[in-house]
């Protein structure tokens, strides 16, 4: 459950500063630069969202349309979103410790679930890093094992996988 001063709010250009501190803090083995983190925020505002707790940053996602059995490089520009996109990628989901247990990722997770839904997708796809499989399987996604991805998985770490939920048999 969230909290009164616990938010999601769009995310616009003025928050990269505070986005790419975060990436920094939470995700300092997968560096992406400032400029990167920027062009996701301004191919697809509406799958980019800052999580503020008391009015202060304190997490964000970054997601867009993408193709399914593809993942973006990491730290490097898309240029555009592809044509015929028929998945939703959630890019980055980067939490500050102090959020962690308030439901704020569970939440964001659903609201990214069902607009991808509204855009008529049938599956929404990530990478998941950092020991977030558990949490990631608890919100419908299974690993999927693409031996053509295996190399840039491995950009990523070697625990890296690849996941997709299917949205034709879930509720958001």
């Known amino acids: 459950m969230l909290h009164r001063d616990i938010a999601w709010r769009a995310m616009t250009g003025?928050?990269?500063?505070?986005?790419?501190?975060?990436?920094?803090r939470v995700h300092p083995d997968f560096f992406e630069a400032r400029a990167i983190l920027a062009e996701r925020q301004e191919l697809y505002r509406n799958g980019c969202y800052l999580l503020e707790v008391s009015e202060k940053p304190a997490g964000y996602v970054l997601s867009h349309p993408w193709r399914l059995g593809?993942?973006?490089e990491l730290n490097a520009p898309l240029g555009a979103l592809p044509e015929g996109a028929d998945s939703y990628y959630i890019h980055d989901l980067a939490l500050l410790p102090l959020t962690r247990g308030l439901g704020a990722a569970g939440q964001i997770v659903a609201a990214?679930?069902?607009?991808?839904k509204v855009m008529g997708l049938a599956?929404?796809?990530?990478?998941?890093?950092?020991?977030?499989l558990g949490f990631w399987e608890r919100q419908?996604?299974?690993?999927?094992?693409?031996?053509?991805?295996?190399?840039?998985?491995?950009?990523y770490e070697g625990a890296a996988r690849y996941m997709i939920k299917d949205?034709?048999?879930t509720s958001a």
């Open 140 to 155: 419908g996604f299974s690993v999927s094992d693409q031996p053509g991805l295996a190399e840039k998985l491995a950009t």
């Open 14 to 24: 003025y928050d990269i500063d505070a986005v790419f501190d975060i990436a920094n």
């Open 70 to 72: 593809s993942l973006p």
């Open 112 to 116: 990214l679930t069902k607009h991808a």
């Open 123 to 132: 599956s929404m796809s990530l990478v998941a890093v950092n020991g977030s």
């Open 167 to 169: 949205l034709d048999q």
